[in-house]
């Protein structure tokens, strides 16, 4: 029943390692997002994608590498991780045309990343 | 300035209170808003779209100006479960997808 799930809930690795989360959804949406809320609580997105497509990319480092595989999923790689990469990454999911920008996003549970 | 701003609060207010947030955004191009309410180490759940004429939900009302670029959301009635950090969020639709920003959030805490 979960409308948007991403996996792993917690990520603690070290400095230095590449890392992995996946996100999917079954609402049916054509459009999926990564947003990360650092340790103030600001929640600021970094990709959107459309349709496999990316659209919105927000000056993020190239070490984060978004990669949509169908329009269901969205997944996100991290290379060489830095320590200010700790934060809750949140996946999220909507319709997203013109006619579409009252239609809310809907969020996954988040994901705790800790970087030792 | 930062695109979206709420006054960070936190706002506490004993049980049966009516609480007011404003949010104001600086981008006039700015299309839709929302107000999300987000349970301490949860993720961001939908409260309510704010609509141009103003909108009610049971106790919740929003409000939009957008002449003077902000929106507010007006609690009745306050409940102790109605504590919880809330997000303004402001939406613009560029070239194929929907943007949206988020205000850092107001923190409420409703007490007996």
Not at chain 2, 10 to 32: D, I, L
Request: aromatic share 10%; with cysteine.
């Amino acid at each position: 029943d979960t409308a948007v799930s991403q996996t792993p809930k917690y990520l603690v690795t070290q400095m230095g390692n590449d890392k992995s989360i996946k996100c999917e959804q079954n609402l049916g949406h054509d459009t999926m997002y990564w947003y990360k809320q650092d340790s103030k609580k600001f929640l600021k997105i970094m990709f959107s994608y459309n349709n496999k497509e990316l659209i919105i990319n927000e000056t993020v480092p190239n070490r984060f590498s978004p990669k949509s595989p169908d329009k269901a999923h969205l997944n996100l790689h991290i290379n060489s991780l830095e320590l200010g990469d700790s934060a809750v990454y949140f996946c999220a999911s909507s319709q997203a045309g013109d006619r579409d920008r009252y239609q809310p996003q809907h969020f996954g549970d988040g994901t705790r990343l800790s970087i030792l | 300035r930062k695109e979206v701003e709420q006054d960070p609060g936190p706002f506490n207010v004993p049980e049966g209170a009516t609480v007011a947030f404003n949010c104001t955004y600086s981008n006039s191009a700015s299309q839709s808003f929302f107000w999300y309410r987000q349970d301490c180490r949860k993720e961001p759940k939908l409260l309510m779209s704010v609509y141009s004429s103003g909108n009610e939900d049971g106790r919740f009302t929003a409000q939009l100006n957008r002449a003077s670029q902000y929106i507010s959301l007006l609690i009745r009635d306050s409940k102790l479960s109605d504590s919880a950090t809330y997000l303004c969020a402001v939406n613009i639709f560029t070239g194929g997808g929907n943007k949206l920003t988020f205000g850092t959030g107001t923190q409420l805490k409703v007490e007996l």
